[in-house]
């Protein structure tokens, strides 16, 4: 495989973790948000979707942030009866992120960007080892 293809392939890989790390700490963000208004809805989670794109100029597949679509589990709720947006019965929407799965999250798109950063570094080794062999 050519080197110069190995290291677009994994700086895609990149790109696309690093939109999935800014989601997620939004997400963390606004983990303890709660409605604004009487009736009205909190931060809602969001959750990035990948897709793989055909490169024809590079001949081969690359990752990509295809969309963010929001998550459609429940909203929590908790007992707050002098909150504004509290409803009749004393309870306040909160948010449905889950602090812990978003650490989970980050933790696996930490890691998936330093194996595509180790693709480059060996890419690169290799690359300066063969200059170096043919220099020799």
Not at 3 to 29: D, P
Not at 53 to 80: H, I, M, P, T, W
Not at 105 to 130: F, G, H
């Amino acid at each position: 495989m050519n080197v110069l293809k190995s290291i677009m392939i994994a700086a895609s890989g990149l790109k696309a973790q690093t939109g999935r790390m800014r989601i997620i700490s939004e997400n963390i963000a606004n983990a303890n948000s709660t409605a604004k208004t009487k009736g009205g809805d909190p931060y809602r989670r969001r959750m990035v979707t990948f897709d793989n794109v055909f490169d024809r100029e590079l001949g081969a597949y690359l990752v990509k942030a295809a969309r963010v679509q929001n998550d459609k589990s429940a909203f929590g709720s908790k007992f707050d009866p002098g909150h504004p947006a509290a409803n009749d019965q004393g309870y306040v929407k909160t948010s449905n992120v889950n602090t812990l799965v978003e650490m989970m999250d980050m933790r696996q798109a930490q890691r998936s960007y330093e194996a595509n950063l180790n693709v480059i570094r060996a890419a690169r080794q290799m690359a300066s080892k063969t200059l170096d062999i043919l220099r020799g």
